[in-house]
T-cell receptor, first 116, second 118 residues
Framework: AQKITQTQPGMFVQEKEAVTLDCTYD???????LFWYKQPSSGEMIFLIY??????QNATEGRYSLNFQKARKSANLVISASQLGDSAMYFC?????????????FGSGTRLQVQP | DTGVSQDPRHKITKRGQNVTFRCDPI?????LYWYRQTLGQGPEFLTY????????KSRLLSDRFSAERPKGSFSTLEIQRTEQGDSAMYLC????????????????FGPGTRLTVL
């Protein structure tokens, strides 16, 4: 079974509107971290937001927020007020921490296109 | 620019040749990671160093692959006897000590080395 599932290969959004990118995960670890990264066409992965498994509040970083639903094992990224520069690939990732591992496991990504 | 740097940015080689890539992490970062990304997929973890110690290795890291970080600063990733299936983007990342970054300890990625094996 895939550990990180991103079911939306591509998404379109109008400029200035909000968009939600879906991510579900699978782990038996009690302690884990969830991350979202942005990868523009230039190729460099850019960290956006982090949610720890024990964090009770949803994480927010500027226009990015993470809708964390632990029981449903979902960690959706919400981008508010989309901008043309938000057009990129977005990857959800998980770090399973019970045994002290540091590796990130990534999903297959969602390509977001922001339309003027 | 004080981000993660990788060299070369592009490498074209013939099947069977050996290649070596270099990664220079952000200076105060003690952790260094290697990932491989094929077209249309997310990055896949290869290996991780804390200082000079290699602490994690993926099953993807076959015996043709070797990574080193001899002085706990830069790292090299060598692929011996390259195969066409090795064609991919090789990404390096680094992170701060947890005592500095906190539990988040996000990884900062470099621009990658794109390998093409003919």
């Amino acid at each position: 079974a895939q550990k990180i599932t991103q079911t939306q290969p591509g998404m379109f959004v109008q400029e200035k509107e909000a968009v939600t990118l879906d991510c579900t995960y699978d782990t038996s670890d009690q302690s884990y971290g969830l991350f979202w990264y942005k990868q523009p066409s230039s190729g460099e992965m850019i960290f956006l937001i982090y949610q720890g498994s024990y964090d009770e509040q949803n994480a927010t970083e500027g226009r990015y927020s993470l809708n964390f639903q632990k029981a449903r094992k979902s960690a959706n990224l919400v981008i508010s007020a989309s901008q043309l520069g938000d057009s990129a690939m977005y990857f959800c990732a998980m770090r399973e921490e019970d045994t002290g591992r540091r590796a990130l496991t990534f999903g297959s990504g969602t390509r977001l296109q922001v339309q003027p | 620019d004080t981000g993660v740097s990788q060299d070369p940015r592009h490498k074209i080689t013939k099947r069977g040749q050996n290649v070596t890539f270099r990664c220079d992490p952000i200076s105060e970062h003690n952790r260094l990671y290697w990932y491989r990304q094929t077209l249309g997929q997310g990055p896949e973890f290869l290996t991780y160093f804390q200082n000079e110690a290699q602490l994690e290795k993926s099953r993807l890291l076959s015996d043709r692959f070797s990574a080193e970080r001899p002085k706990g600063s830069f790292s090299t990733l060598e692929i011996q006897r390259t195969e066409q299936g090795d064609s991919a983007m090789y990404l390096c990342a680094s992170s701060l000590p947890i005592r500095t970054s906190g539990r988040r300890n996000e990884q900062f990625f470099g621009p990658g080395t794109r390998l093409t094996v003919l």
